[in-house]
């Protein structure tokens, strides 16, 4: 799959490795994820990170927030380990983090990077000395951390220093841009800090996090152009839902359509009928609309209109959908190669059906209001044959058509 040059070149960025995962220097956008579950609750965290590390998420941010937790971790990583899992995890402190992992040495040794947020590290002195413990110990066990600055948690001298110098301007600017200046300075000053602390370049990884899309993008665009380390980008309290989808999307696509952005996350609100997964699962469809990787095989279907005869094609079009998706664990362990190259289209009526046929591996177009009562299959765009029976019998043909496909075109 490729961008055909619609995007502008990835920006160059150091690599940062995270035990086996690199972040920046052209390598794959990177998609990371973090738990809900209570760190401290060693079985329900596992499980999570096992869920989400199978959904697709490469990287797995877990919260850090009290001596219990920190103890956990190393408990955490070894049934992981036993697990046979080789998971990229993070430590996401706040307040405490320079006490936890000095205290708690397995921890640190247990995680693969910190993420530190530089406004709630501490203030005044404070916020240097607890910044340097931890630089100290990510430089010494040889850890990358996280500079994770956030619009709500932005340091507060540095927001009153900058509003008073804003506010003696004969031609003040807004608010908003204030805040836009403070995250980015608050960055480039960490990474100098961090840099001063003797961490190198290959240890770092930025975000600027805001839940504006606006913001999100004038941020990185500034940031992009003032530092090369690596970039995570990603709204934050983005809600849930189509809400919380849309206004994720839009910013980053604007941001990786400029070549900015390393590696992402989706911080969607799960709702009563979705799960943590499907904030990895929505990076993935975000990449892949991009043609910036390939995940899954993509299931294309029509929308429906006044020529749909019935629900049916609605109907096969989400059973392929949720087939291929918990199937893709499978195929990959079967090394299927190029499967998620794969293009499925199910289709509700004869007007689109056949072109769209064309374009797909294997397609499925069901017969519209007033048209002959057929299911034709095409496979490769020409049609093999048509399908007959109750919408189940027709749905369990295409999926066994759709395995067959998968066997005969990817194996190795
Ligand atoms: S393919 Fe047919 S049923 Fe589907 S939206 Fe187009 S015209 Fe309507």
């Known amino acids: 799959m490729s961008n055909c040059g619609v995007f502008k070149t990835r920006k160059k960025t150091y690599p940062v490795l995270v035990r086996n995962c690199t972040i920046g220097d052209g390598n794959p956008i990177v998609i990371q994820s973090m738990t809900n579950t209570n760190t401290e609750d060693v079985e329900a965290t596992v499980k999570q990170i096992i869920e989400l590390y199978s959904a697709g998420a490469e990287i797995v941010r877990i919260t850090v927030n009290s001596p219990l937790s920190a103890k956990k971790v190393p408990e955490i990583r070894a049934r992981l380990e036993d697990a046979g899992y080789d998971i990229p995890l993070v430590g996401d402190f706040h307040y405490t983090g320079h006490i936890l992992l000095r205290n708690y040495p ?6 693969d990077k910190y993420r530190i947020n530089p ?8 916020k240097s000395e607890h910044f340097s413990i931890i630089c100290k110990i990510a430089k010494d066990l040889g850890k990358p951390i996280r500079i994770g600055v956030n619009i709500g948690s932005l340091d507060e001298e540095l927001v009153k220093t900058k509003m008073d110098e804003n506010a003696r301007l004969h031609e003040p600017y807004s608010p908003e841009e204030v805040y836009d200046e403070c995250m980015v300075i608050s960055a480039i000053e960490s990474i100098e800090e961090a840099l001063k602390e003797g961490l190198s370049h290959n240890q770092i990884v930025v975000s600027c996090k805001s839940s504006s899309p606006l913001q999100l993008i004038r941020v990185h665009r500034k940031l992009s152009s003032l530092t090369m380390q690596p970039l995570h980008i ?60 390939s995940f899954s095989p993509q299931v294309i279907s029509c929308p429906g209109c ?10 096969i079009a989400e059973k392929v959908q949720d087939y291929v998706r918990t199937h893709i664990p499978e195929w990959k362990l ?21 072109g769209e046929a064309r374009f797909a591996n294997i397609a499925l177009s069901l017969p519209g209001r007033e048209e002959q009562p057929q299911c034709s299959v095409f ?34």
């Open 106 to 111: 397995e921890c640190a040794k247990a995680l």
């Open 306 to 315: 006044g020529r749909t005869a019935n629900l049916l094609f609605q109907e």
């Open 234 to 293: 990603g709204l934050t309290e983005a809600g849930s839902g189509y809400r919380g989808i849309v206004w994720s999307t839009t910013p980053l696509a604007i941001l990786l359509s400029e070549g900015i952005g390393d590696t992402i996350r989706i911080s969607l609100t799960p709702t009563s009928s979705s799960d943590r997964r499907e904030e990895v699962y929505v990076a993935q469809e975000i990449l892949q609309s991009l043609g910036l990787r």
């Open 119 to 126: 406004g709630n590290v501490g203030k005044g002195a404070k």
């Open 334 to 354: 079967k090394k299927y190669r190029g499967f998620e190259n794969l293009k499925i289209a199910v289709m509700g009526c004869i007007v689109n059906g056949p």
């Open 379 to 412: 496979i490769n765009g020409v049609k093999k044959i048509s399908l007959t029976g109750n919408p189940e019998e027709i749905t369990t043909r295409f999926i066994e058509l759709i395995e067959d496909y998968i066997r005969t075109h990817y194996s190795t």
